[in-house]
């Protein structure tokens, strides 16, 4: 069974970083690529960014690029988004999700971790 | 940048009715759309891929269609179990991936 466990959240100021780390479990993680998404208080679901399995390829939604950096460590099976200068708006729930091999919508989906911005 | 666009927003319906949820593409997405389901405080789960492929799990009275820049979701006969917000989701190019803005089923 596919688990993804996400930490790191937490109540941060403005312009202050956080890292974020996702535990998978129960598939081969190094075949699949993984993303990140977002939910703010009462919002919508926000794509942030996709890494490849092996990390040969990142992508990222226009809101964090230059902020956020996507990582993983497939020794360790585990995803990792580096959040810097952040800001209110940034606050959300924040999800780590796997896709599937090719074009692929976000087939499992973790818990997610809180992130708060405020000060 | 691919825009998606859900309608309604919001969505009255009592059990046992006919529903269907649209969402337009900006642009083509060929069939490359998905359709997620989440309930409150819960985590969203995918429905539908490739516009009308049904997840494994996923109750038959839910069906999408489309192509191109036009899709909708239709749930058959709603069930207790459905109120919940719909998102449709663009997966066109290896680059961006779009939600939509929400489709929130709630109880007439």
């Known amino acids: 069974e596919v688990q993804l466990v996400e930490s790191g959240g937490g109540l941060v100021q403005p312009g202050e970083s956080l890292r974020l780390s996702c535990a998978a479990s129960?598939?081969?993680?190094?075949?699949?690529?993984m993303t990140w998404v977002r939910q703010a208080p009462g919002k919508g679901l926000e794509w942030i960014s996709v890494i490849t399995g092996g990390s040969k390829s990142t992508y990222y939604a226009d809101s964090v690029k230059g902020r956020f950096t996507i990582s993983r460590d497939n020794s360790r099976n585990t995803l990792f988004l580096q959040m810097n200068s952040l800001r209110a708006e940034d606050t959300a729930l924040y999800y780590c999700a796997k896709l599937r091999p090719g074009n692929s919508p976000f087939d499992c989906w973790g818990q997610g971790t809180l992130v708060t911005v405020s000060s | 940048d691919i825009q998606m666009t859900q309608s309604p927003s919001t969505l009255s319906a009592s059990v046992g009715d006919r529903v269907t949820i649209t969402c337009r593409a900006s642009?083509?997405?060929?069939?490359?759309l998905a359709w997620y389901q989440q309930k409150p405080g819960k985590t969203p789960s995918l429905l539908i891929s490739?516009?009308?492929t049904l997840e494994s799990g996923v109750p038959s009275r839910f069906s999408g269609s489309g192509s191109g820049t036009e899709f909708s979701l239709t749930i058959s006969s709603l069930q207790p179990d459905d109120f919940a917000t719909y998102y449709c989701q663009q997966y066109n190019s290896y680059s961006t991936w779009t939600f939509g803005q929400g489709t929130k089923v709630e109880i007439k």
């Open positions: 129960g598939f081969t993680f190094s075949s699949y690529s």
């Open positions: 490739k516009a009308s």
């Open positions: 642009q083509s997405i060929s069939s490359w």
